[in-house]
């Protein structure tokens, strides 16, 4: 028998994919007023995963716990994630941490946050989003494996576990794909293309409010979360000019040549 | 009677998680709203126990497209974000 699987998932609170971020007028904060927020895709994407970990073998799951940094707004991620088929979620309220000030909880804080919880309440397998879709930092797995000394398998594009305990994960890298495997515990990370997450039925998050959220605070962890680096601008990506049709040869040629590509 | 006030249930619930599921429609809630009711409304007299459920079958087969057109979408934008 393998040794039932405690999973992690952690899951962020992000602006909605389908929603364009624009700077503030000051140039500091991505505009957060006003904005739609969702479950980051790739934390779906790993709460899906755990739970086809459990749908997959009678037994072989024993718990799956969601847990969210950041501030009392992350809650919500946590309700989505638990709607999915969560069956607790642990909110660490960080103070200071606002939606518009959301990316100033690093990557580094988060993986301590996460070892240290971790360590308390204890677990053999972490599922996370290889990244969130708003700072693209895709760190914090690595991180917390580096932190946690377990071994990692990043972008997982397949999971797989045997009755020894042994997770094979298969990975797509350029020209092909990869297995690797490792014994228990470890820490993987989502590629896009894993799973489909399920959509969540109306009846599913009238449930999920009865289940348990518990709180904590970094300094519960004993986690420092001050912000390491520094905002020193932000700005939009600059806007596309429009292209032009040419009516002949000749000034296609001339154009070229105006801009020195011939 | 039962079995009657059983679909009924059936049929508010359905309803229910159209209506929920509409909240992300990409035109609109409003626009979805009104053809969700109006859709509903056409077929409120219908009291044949057969046709409620072939009708049933139907808003189901509806909010499986629904779902699919929801997942390729996000699916969608996040490869053309992150892996073109």
């Not at chain 1, 297995?179 to 449930?207: F, W």
């Not at chain 1, 600059?238 to 801009?259: E, F, N, T, Y």
């Not at chain 2, 009104?34 to 057969?50: P, V, Y």
Request: hydrophobic share 40%; charged share 30%; glycine share 6%.
């Amino acid at each position: 028998m393998p040794p039932r699987l405690n999973i992690i998932v952690p899951v962020k609170r992000v602006i909605d994919y389908a929603i364009k971020p624009r700077v503030n007028s000051a140039k500091n904060i991505v505009e957060t007023n006003g904005v739609k927020f969702s479950l980051n895709p790739f934390c779906e994407i790993a709460v899906e995963e755990a739970i086809r970990l459990r749908e997959s073998k009678k037994d072989l799951v024993e718990s799956i716990t969601l847990v969210s940094a950041g501030s009392a707004k992350a809650q919500d991620a946590l309700r989505s994630g638990l709607a999915m088929g969560a069956d607790k979620a642990t909110l660490i309220e960080c103070p200071g941490i606002d939606d518009a000030k959301s990316l100033s909880l690093e990557p580094l804080a988060v993986a301590k946050l996460l070892k240290a919880y971790i360590d308390k309440e204890g677990a053999n397998l972490v599922i996370l989003g290889k990244q969130a879709i708003d700072d693209d930092s895709n760190q914090t797995g690595q991180m917390l494996a580096g932190l946690l000394n377990w071994p990692q398998a990043t972008n997982a594009s397949n999971v797989a576990v045997d009755d020894d305990g042994i997770v094979s994960v298969t990975r797509e890298v350029d020209g092909g794909s990869e297995t690797l495997s490792a014994p228990l515990p470890i820490v993987i990370t989502t590629d896009l293309r894993l799973n489909v997450p399920r959509y969540t039925k109306l009846q599913d998050i009238m449930k999920a409010k009865k289940k348990k959220t518990d709180k904590l605070t970094p300094s519960d962890l004993g986690v420092d979360i001050a912000p390491r680096l520094e905002v020193v601008s932000l700005s939009d990506p600059p806007k596309r000019l429009g292209g032009s049709k040419v009516d002949s040869v000749d000034s296609l040629i001339s154009k070229l040549k105006d801009v020195g590509a011939i | 009677m039962a079995a009657s006030n059983q679909l009924r249930y059936k049929v508010i619930r359905q309803y229910k998680q159209l209506l929920y599921m509409g909240r992300e429609y990409p035109r609109g809630y409003q626009f979805f709203r009104d053809r969700l009711h109006s859709g509903f409304m056409n077929n409120a007299n219908i009291t044949d126990d057969k046709q409620i459920e072939q009708k049933l079958r139907f808003a189901e087969f509806l909010e499986k497209e629904i779902e699919a057109l929801y997942h390729l979408r996000k699916y969608r934008a996040m490869k053309r974000q992150y892996y073109d």
